[in-house]
């Protein structure tokens, strides 16, 4: 963007910190990029649990904070969530449960409001579906004790899972399955899936792993369109920090990246938060469009920073060591 002139003479520079999936260390980071680096604005920032720890200095600095990770939605000025909230993504993988004719639900959870947005997708879509609620099941935080969890949900049989864990839960959930020989659908949303690599899969068996659900915000990597075949050549020049890391959330911050340069170009040279969140808000009547994600459509508050509802589910293939896309991205069923 800066070698073709950045947008209106604008050029950008990239500050960043690594904040290690630790809460304290984020909260940290982010008073640095606000006090020290000067940031305008956060663009995709990563850290689910974490980031709703930064909203008050976020909101003290009425800094903008532009598609963070898969935080719920808690109507906060500064916050655009460019991607389906957990509970959405939950919804759509019980939408699909019910689509392969599950009958009976369980839930497993981390005991956070990652867990909390699960338990509200099974109860919100229990009213649309009818269906049996099986097993409700919490696990610790950063905890590798499931097993309590496993063996509830195995005893209830139900016919599909959703899990609200990080990655290596829910590795040890699908092995902990398949070991007592039980193959209920399993879906998780998307940063707990990590749904196009090898986040999660790879921490459990390819036996356990193979017929995964993953939820999608963004579109699969090896996705063949103009968009991601454009993303896949950044991602292949690049030799910076992160060069090892998962492309499918590459993808995705590119994606949201994308959608906040495009609407910087609607800012029209007025950089001032309040034309920001002026024109953020018009987002609903001309949405920002951005092929590999859903269309950005924010407005005004209350509700109206949920920018995008919908999203896919893709399915792992241990065979192939590859996702497949199952469900197109729409909202969920009401």
Not at 22 to 50: H, P, Y
Request: charged share 20%; with cysteine; glycine share 10%.
């Amino acid at each position: 963007l800066n070698a073709a002139g950045g947008i209106d003479g604008c050029t950008f520079e990239l500050a960043w910190e690594d904040d290690r999936f630790e809460i304290e260390q984020m909260v940290t980071n982010v008073r640095k990029l606000i006090d020290v680096d000067q940031v305008w604005g956060f663009v995709g920032t990563a850290g689910s649990q974490a980031i709703p720890s930064t909203y008050p200095a976020i909101e003290g600095a009425g800094t903008p904070l532009w598609g963070p990770i898969s935080p719920a939605n808690q109507d906060i000025k500064e916050v655009y969530l460019t991607n389906p909230t957990r509970t959405e993504q939950g919804k759509i993988c019980i939408d699909y449960f019910v689509s392969q004719g599950a009958t009976t639900i369980a839930v497993i959870g981390q005991d956070n409001e990652m867990g909390d947005e699960a338990t509200a997708a099974i109860d919100a879509q229990q009213a649309v579906h009818g269906y049996e609620i099986v097993a409700r099941e919490e696990i610790e935080v950063l905890s590798d004790v499931v097993a309590p969890a496993v063996l509830a949900v195995i005893e209830s049989n139900a016919d599909g899972v959703l899990t609200a864990l990080d990655n290596a839960q829910n590795g040890l959930v699908l092995d902990g399955f398949h070991e007592a020989g039980y193959n209920p659908l399993v879906c998780s949303d998307a940063g707990s899936a990590g749904a196009g690599g090898s986040n999660t899969v790879s921490l459990a068996t390819p036996e356990a792993a193979d017929g995964y659900l993953g939820a999608l915000q963004v579109a699969l990597p090896d996705t063949d369109s103009d968009f991601v075949n454009s993303w896949r050549d950044n991602w292949a020049a690049y030799d910076g920090p992160g060069k090892d890391g998962a492309p499918n959330f590459s993808l995705q911050t590119y994606a949201i990246a994308q959608a906040f340069f495009e609407l910087w170009d609607r800012l029209d040279g007025n950089y001032t938060y309040d034309n920001f969140h002026a024109v953020a808000e018009e987002l609903v009547n001309d949405p920002i469009l951005i092929p590999a994600i859903p269309p950005v459509a924010c407005g005004p508050l209350p509700g109206g920073h949920q920018c995008a509802s919908g999203a896919g589910v893709a399915v792992y293939d241990s065979a192939t060591e590859g996702w497949t896309q199952v469900k197109p991205f729409e909202a969920a069923a009401k």
